[in-house]
Antibody, heavy 121, light 109 residues
Framework: QVQLQESGPGLVKPSETLSLTCTVS?????????WGWIRQPPGKGLEWIGT???????YSNPSLKSRVTISVDTSKNQFSLKLSSVTAADTAIYYC??????????????WGQGTLVTVSS | SYELTQPPSVSVSPGQTARITCSGD??????AYWYQQKSGQAPVLVIY???KRPSGIPERFSGSSSGTMATLTISGAQVEDEADYYC????????????FGGGTKLTVL
């Protein structure tokens, strides 16, 4: 059974870059599937951030695209999220997920437990 | 940008049938997926590709889709089904843009 675990700083200053890593166990990310990020502001709904294939192809939410970088490190079986120029509006629980591909899109199938990132000075 | 619309809340008594809807212009061409999120927990997939149920999900959970609306049905809702439910799909642009609905709070009491 695949397991995912997010890690990274819980506090980021405004205007800085948020950096998170997702470590995958129970499956080699270099084989198949997409690997994605989703966030949830406290008390609010889910927002899809973006996804990456092991080959490096990425797709991201147009509303965040200019600030988002998703990368993969197959040697460590990890993938990462960088979100630049953060503001308080980026405060959220960030989830990583394995995304299964159904041909014309992907959907989050297995989720990490999530990590809270607060943007504050 | 593409949007999926859900009712903010649905309330049923235990044993009744709960129906949660999700509307979106691309749903005639794209699958709908449903997630259950209990307080303080990560979301769990309960329906995929409109109507398929992952292993381990109770049979009382079912899904359907017709035209621009997808529906999650919980037949004989239990108290433990009380949670937030989110639909998910992708837009029709071909750019793999994932979208979640705003979520529906299901109350069973």
């Amino acid at each position: 059974q695949v397991q995912l675990q997010e890690s990274g700083p819980g506090l980021v200053k405004p205007s800085e870059t948020l950096s998170l890593t997702c470590t995958v166990s129970g499956y080699s990310i270099s084989i198949e599937y997409y690997w994605g990020w989703i966030r949830q502001p406290p008390g609010k709904g889910l927002e899809w951030i973006g996804t990456i294939y092991h080959s490096g192809n990425t797709y991201s939410n147009p509303s965040l695209k200019s600030r988002v970088t998703i990368s993969v490190d197959t040697s460590k079986n990890q993938f990462s999220l960088k979100l630049s120029s953060v503001t308080a509006a980026d405060t959220a629980i960030y989830y990583c997920a394995r995304e299964d591909n159904y041909g014309s899109g992907t959907y989050p199938r297995y989720w990490g437990q999530g990590t809270l990132v607060t943007v504050s000075s | 940008s593409y949007e999926l619309t859900q009712p903010p809340s649905v309330s049923v008594s235990p044993g009744q049938t709960a129906r949660i809807t999700c509307s979106g212009d691309a749903l005639p061409k794209k699958y709908a997926y449903w997630y259950q999120q209990k307080s303080g927990q990560a979301p769990v997939l309960v329906i995929y590709e409109d109507s398929k149920r992952p292993s381990g999900i109770p049979e009382r959970f079912s899904g359907s889709s017709s035209g621009t609306m997808a529906t999650l049905t919980i037949s004989g809702a239990q108290v433990e089904d009380e949670a937030d439910y989110y639909c998910y799909s992708t837009d029709s642009s071909g750019n793999h843009q994932g979208v979640f609905g705003g979520g529906t709070k299901l109350t069973v009491l």
